[in-house]
């Protein structure tokens, strides 16, 4: 069964701390991953998109990495901001499910001024 | 180039009741998928529309229909509402590629009574 787990599920960090989020997956076999922010209420805001083919991408503070073989991606942000609290949610595109995104559960972000 | 359009954006309905959702995608994207989020399941995939016709399925009762238009406006529809319905209903909107990148609307609120 493909799984994706994001574990702490909510995080606390004063202003300008880099934040560490992290997301497992049970099955190697996938398209691409994508991290997504989501506001409370609101909808999901694409942040990074990494193919099958990649290890990381990089946007602004913002860096993400995926290893395969060890079932991980980690989403890093640089020096935290009031603004980046959110819940961050991990999502997979699997080669046999098409073009349907499984998700974690997202880790809830708290930057603290 | 403007984005993913969700209406309405707010619906309270009483049990028993039909409700549908309509989702914009973003212009010469050819996919609409819909998701519903609860703070139990999480976000869960419903389906998938590519050029008129239903690509994916996720594992939702019957009662979970949808359609897309040739302009590629897809519509949802909600019959015999159950309490269990209430939840942020999202809409992610696609080139139709797999490896693509996915970007959502800001959703609709559906609250059932």
């Known amino acids: 069964k493909q799984e994706v787990t994001q574990i702490p599920a909510a995080l606390s960090v004063p202003e300008g701390e880099n934040l560490v989020l992290n997301c497992s997956f049970t099955?190697?076999?996938?398209?691409?991953l994508q991290w997504f922010r989501q506001d409370p209420g609101k909808g999901l805001t694409s942040l990074l998109l990494?193919?099958?083919?990649?290890r990381e991408q990089t946007s602004g503070r913002l860096n993400a990495s995926l290893d395969k073989s060890s079932g991980r991606s980690t989403l890093y942000i640089a020096a935290s901001q009031p603004g980046d609290s959110a819940t961050y949610l991990c999502a997979f595109l699997w080669e046999a499910a098409g073009n349907k995104l499984t998700f974690g559960g997202g880790t809830r972000v708290l930057v603290k001024p | 180039k403007a984005g993913v359009t969700q209406t309405p954006r707010y619906l309270i309905k009483t049990r028993g009741q039909q409700v549908t959702l309509s989702c914009s995608p973003i212009?010469?994207?050819?996919?609409v998928s819909w998701y519903q989020q609860t703070p139990g399941q999480g976000l869960q995939f419903l389906f998938e529309?590519?050029?008129?016709?239903?690509?994916n399925k996720g594992n939702f009762p019957g009662r979970f229909s949808g359609r897309q238009f040739s302009n590629s406006r897809s519509e949802m529809n909600v019959s015999t509402l159950e309490l269990g319905d209430s939840a942020l209903y999202l809409c992610a909107s696609s080139s139709g590629q797999v490896w693509h990148e996915q970007y959502f609307g800001p959703g609709t609120r559906l609250t059932v009574t």
């Open positions: 990494i193919q099958s083919s990649q």
């Open positions: 099955d190697s076999a996938i398209y691409n």
């Open positions: 212009s010469g994207h050819r996919s």
């Open positions: 529309y590519f050029s008129e016709t239903q690509r």
